[in-house]
T-cell receptor, first 114, second 112 residues
């Protein structure tokens, strides 16, 4: 049973560029959440997708956008990259949206903005 | 609004000693609480989850946590530390929409 997968594993971009990160949820899961983890910090919630719609959003600017596909996979897009966007981006999946559901995390994509 | 505070950003124990990692939460609704572990350059792995079924929750790798409502705490313990337990540990609470709110993390070091 495949767990949550993310691609790419590492990425280097320059300021002002755009980036797309991808996530495939665990088999049987239909909800995907994205988190940003800066160095030495706990993960911060970006947004959650369920039924191809953004259901909840954290305190992140509109430069951060996402999408969920009919097969439940998801993308995170970041426009106009800033140095402060350098972080580990984690995707998590669960069987449905809701606070009682356990979220399972992927290995993350490490983004470095120069 | 929910929040989590982890007391102690670094904890160091000797191999075989008791591990105690502290977590206090704030929640306006009955909380769902989680402990995750993160090994270097990896994602988060679920250790255990509190869902109100029992106040003492047993997880993987010999870890357990006790929910104490009166103290708003959910501390993580392990009777005997192994070298392989060295990692970053995160306590989290889920809000009503399913968003996880994490603490700052506690780095556990295990000395031989």
């Amino acid at each position: 049973d495949a767990g949550v997968t993310q691609s790419p594993t590492h990425l280097i971009k320059t300021r002002g560029q755009q980036v797309t990160l991808r996530c495939s949820p665990k088999s049987g899961h239909d909800t995907v959440s994205w988190y940003q983890q800066a160095l030495g910090q706990g993960p911060q919630f970006i947004f959650q997708y369920y039924e191809e719609e953004e259901r909840q959003r954290g305190n992140f600017p509109d430069r951060f956008s996402g999408h969920q596909f009919p097969n439940y996979s998801s993308e995170l897009n970041v426009n106009a990259l800033l140095l402060g966007d350098s972080a580990l981006y984690l995707c998590a999946s669960s069987s449905r949206a809701g606070y009682q559901e356990t979220q399972y995390f992927g290995p993350g994509t490490r983004l470095l903005v120069l | 609004a929910q929040s989590v505070t982890q007391l102690g950003s670094h904890v160091s124990v000797s191999e075989g000693a008791l591990v105690l990692l502290r977590c206090n939460y704030s929640s306006s609704v009955p909380p769902y609480l989680f402990w995750y572990v993160q090994y270097p350059n990896q994602g988060l792995q679920l250790l255990l989850k509190y869902t109100s079924a029992a106040t003492l929750v047993k997880g993987i790798n010999g870890f357990e946590a006790e929910f104490k409502k009166s103290e708003t705490s959910f501390h993580l313990t392990k009777p005997s530390a192994h070298m392989s337990d060295a990692a970053e540990y995160f306590c989290a609470v889920s809000d009503q929409g399913g968003k996880l709110i994490f603490g700052q993390g506690t780095e556990l070091s295990v000395k031989p």
